[in-house]
């Protein structure tokens, strides 16, 4: 808060608080000053022997200025009344005023002692006691009048809000009456009295804050009103009594303002009163109907509050006891669909077994079901249960059964369509609560997930090599992309001797988790096997014996070994079912594909394997070029659904093989992306260009 | 597109016709057709690949996870009207050796007679 604002909020107490002071000296000092001029009067006339020398307009402004001071400060002191604490209200308005009343009779009955032990008649002190009980009188109607109205607006429109503030100028209008000393008896103004009668009767119908009173609230508000109804019966009494009084030289029941006043208070306090008593009875389903939104609300906030499971069927419970009104109650959750009995309310297990089996005979079990009469089914009848009524609500969504609660009660009837109806609500809520809850932390999980296979990526890249060998007798370029976070492609190489080299790559069938741990397995078995440098067709053989026994049945794996001898200027290789090797040979100029046999390796799982893998030995000339590469590269399908193909890619090769192994292999990879254009990416690619080079000078 | 899986019956021989795309998801219902218990009591599975225009490894792993079990039970698995690219997927992976592939229906019952 800026120091302006404090300074203005502050500036506007002072005001409110020097306004509340100045309010109460007014109404101290006219009252003051009425008595004085009373007692004066009546001592005057007392004496002088006449009656009635009075001076009503100084006496009415007095009392004008009385009445509207205490109004006033009255109107400003109910501005503190907030919240929905009407009970509050009511014990203040009785504590502070209503009490008056009973003091005032007080007063009379010792004025009437005095006078009648004493015998003796005292004019001036029957004026001062008249004079005090008017006061209280003015005090507890202006405390009234304004609790009334806080009361009254309680949820209010508009309308309301114009109604009141015409109502309240209207009848501070009728002290202008007693200000030129009319007669408001008189014939003209009954049209006016009518309205204001009206008025209040309309006033009168607004009661709002009745209804939210709860069952025990009511009660005690009813002794409340009924004190504050007798404080102004008592008032009413009295002042009407001693309307007219030949003893009397001023009488207040001239001042139209105040009959009207107490006319609307103790109407508006006779409504309340009665609505209050015959909303008594039904108090009770209101009650319920807020407790069931309460719990509505409770349910369905469970999930912010990251409240478990087991609090929702906690919540559930209790809940559709207290709104079925159900004597007894369980709650069977599925627990690996068995049910297991998690809450009991007035039940034994034994009986809950006894249930179950007569149900499951009436294969009843698990749905929705209602008997409002059990003791009509020979088969309950025969359980000699003291319940009357059951009611069977499974919890279930469309895929899944959560739970299922029972309830009972101990009359006929006990579940009518409207309980039903709530307990159908609550259970629908339960649901979507429940469904909601495993979202959530379905979601967490697949969070996790996702960083797991963020770490099988990282785990994959570690197996792929980043770099080869740089020797001056071949150059070597990879290119290598994962369709999906993990890849079923590899690659990988191995210094056999000083002048031999064995290059594996292969393709695991399927993609994700399951590929990759065979591609890491394939890493194992090539540097496993290739520790004992044998030929790649024995290495084929010895890989597909390993692979049947570790490898699902619609799994396989395609492989090439190349082993690379550059003193002897050759390479023998074999191939499993991998696709053909490209090779451009610089002597005959010439591009081609190795056409060998081979067959996958995981396909057929025992030692007739061996007859299908062919092993093949290649002479290399300086400046030939070896494309090895997956399926991924030729198989490649452009946005027609095309595929890439074998003779594109050769036909590639014949373009760029006069380039280095990097060019090349860049040349491959931009045809075949711009072939199926930008993020079209299927399967994984791989691509190997190894180009042996001219010279060789550490040969 | 998806995949479209029929078979017909005849005697002792069922043809099972592949209409599509065979990928990771269409070779579920394709081991599912094989995996019925039903189709033992054939002995010749004639598979029309006429209008198959793509398979996938995944594809490939269903005929080869079913093909000892064909074998055992002296079922002959016999693949006919083959489009090319799909054939050389067989061949590169080394099946056209394992398995039957003729060019016509005609031929396939030859080769399943005798």
């Not at chain 1, 393709?507 to 988790?513: C, L």
């Not at chain 2, 693949?79 to 592939?101: A, P, S, Y």
Request: hydrophobic residues 45%.
């Amino acid at each position: 808060m800026s120091l302006q604002k404090l300074s203005t909020v502050f500036r506007f107490m002072l005001y409110k608080t020097n306004a509340k002071s100045l309010l109460i000296t007014t109404a101290i000092v006219s009252w003051a000053l009425l008595l004085a001029t009373v007692l004066f009067s009546a001592e005057s006339a007392r004496q002088a022997g006449v009656a009635r020398v009075a001076l009503p307009y100084v006496n009415n402004l007095l009392i004008i200025a009385f009445i509207t001071a205490t109004f006033l400060h009255q109107r400003l002191s109910a501005d503190n009344l907030k919240g929905i604490d009407f009970i509050g209200y009511l014990w203040n308005l009785f504590s502070k005023a209503g009490v008056a009343a009973y003091l005032s009779v007080a007063l009379y009955l010792s004025y009437r002692m005095v006078t009648g032990y004493a015998n003796l008649q005292s004019p001036l002190l029957l004026h001062l006691v008249y004079l005090i009980n008017f006061g209280l009188l003015v005090i507890f109607l202006a405390k009234a009048f304004y609790i009334w109205r806080q009361l009254l607006l309680y949820h209010k429109n508009k309308f309301l809000q114009i109604a009141w503030n015409w109502f309240e100028l209207l009848l501070f209008g009728t002290l202008l009456l007693t200000l030129f000393n009319f007669d408001y008896t008189s014939y003209v103004f009954l049209p006016l009295l009518a309205l204001l009668g009206f008025y209040i009767l309309f006033l009168c119908t607004n009661l709002k804050w009745v209804a939210y009173l709860t069952f025990n609230n009511k009660s005690r508000s009813l002794v409340l009103l009924g004190a504050i109804l007798l404080s102004c019966y008592i008032f009413a009494r009295f002042f009407h009594q001693l309307a007219n009084s030949r003893e009397l030289i001023i009488d207040f029941t001239d001042v139209a303002f105040l009959p009207l006043a107490m006319v609307f208070v103790g109407a508006y306090t006779l409504a309340a009163f009665l609505v209050s008593l015959f909303s008594l009875p039904t108090s009770s389903v209101f009650e319920q109907k807020s407790e069931d939104l309460l719990n509505f609300q409770r349910l369905s906030q469970s999930i912010q509050q990251g409240q478990s499971e087991v609090q929702v069927y906690d919540m559930l419970f209790d809940s559709t006891i207290k709104a079925a009104d159900a004597s007894a109650a369980w709650f069977e959750q599925m627990r690996n669909s068995e049910p297991q009995v998690t809450h009991l309310l007035h039940i034994g297990s034994e009986q809950i077994q006894r249930i179950r089996h007569l149900l499951l005979a009436y294969n009843i079990h698990n749905i929705d079901y209602i008997n409002n009469n059990l003791d009509r089914n020979p088969g309950f009848r025969e359980l000699q249960l003291p319940w009357k009524s059951l009611i069977i609500l499974p919890i279930k969504s469309k895929k899944n059964l959560f739970g299922v609660l029972y309830l009972l009660k101990d009359i006929e009837q006990g579940f009518d369509r409207e309980t039903v109806n709530v307990l159908r609500t609550f259970t629908s809520q339960t649901i979507l609560t429940i469904e909601n809850l495993r979202l959530v932390k379905e979601s967490l999980q697949n969070e996790r997930y996702k960083e797991e296979l963020k770490i099988a990526t990282q785990v994959q890249e570690s197996l792929i090599p980043k770099t080869f060998p740089v020797d001056s007798w071949f150059e070597i370029s990879t290119h290598a992309v994962a369709a999906k976070e993990v890849g079923g492609d590899f690659y990988d190489f191995l210094q056999l001797s000083e002048s031999r080299i064995a290059i594996i790559i292969g393709d695991v069938s399927g993609k994700g988790i399951s590929a990759a741990f065979h591609m890491a397995q394939m890493k194992g078995i090539f540097h496993g096997l290739m520790q004992q440098d044998m030929p790649p067709s024995e290495f084929m053989k010895q890989a597909n014996s390993a692979l049947s026994r570790c490898l699902e049945k619609t799994s396989f794996i395609t492989s090439s070994l190349y082993i690379i001898d550059y003193r002897m200027k050759g390479f023998v290789f074999a191939r499993a079912g991998h696709c053909h090797t490209l090779y451009y040979n610089a002597m005959m100029d010439e591009v081609f594909y190795f056409q060998t046999e081979g067959l996958g390796l995981g396909i057929i799982r025992d030692k007739s394997y061996n007859n299908h893998v062919r092993e093949m030995y290649y002479d290399y000339n300086p400046g030939d070029v070896m494309v090895i590469y997956t399926d991924g590269i030729v198989e490649g399908r452009s946005p027609a659904n095309e595929e890439y193909g074998e003779d594109r890619l050769l036909y590639m090769l014949t373009q760029t093989y006069h380039l280095d192994a990097e060019d090349i292999k860049y040349a491959i990879i931009n045809d075949l992306q711009d072939f199926t254009g930008p993020d079209n990416l299927y399967d994984d690619q791989t691509l190997l260009v190894i180009k042996f080079k001219t010279i060789q000078p550490n040969s | 597109m998806p995949m479209k899986i029929t078979n017909e019956p005849k005697d002792t021989t069922i043809i099972i016709t592949l209409d599509g795309e065979l990928d990771a998801s269409s070779s579920v219902l394709l081991d599912e057709e094989l995996s019925d218990p039903e189709i033992m009591k054939y002995s010749k599975i004639l598979v029309d690949c006429k209008n198959l225009h793509y398979i996938s490894s995944a594809g490939l792993g269903v005929f080869i996870s079913h093909l000892q079990r064909f074998e055992d039970a002296q079922i002959k698995l016999i693949f006919f009207n083959m489009q090319e690219k799909v054939r050389n997927v067989f061949e590169i992976l080394g099946l056209d050796l394992l398995m039957t592939i003729v060019s016509n229906y005609e031929e396939a019952i030859t080769v399943s007679n005798e």
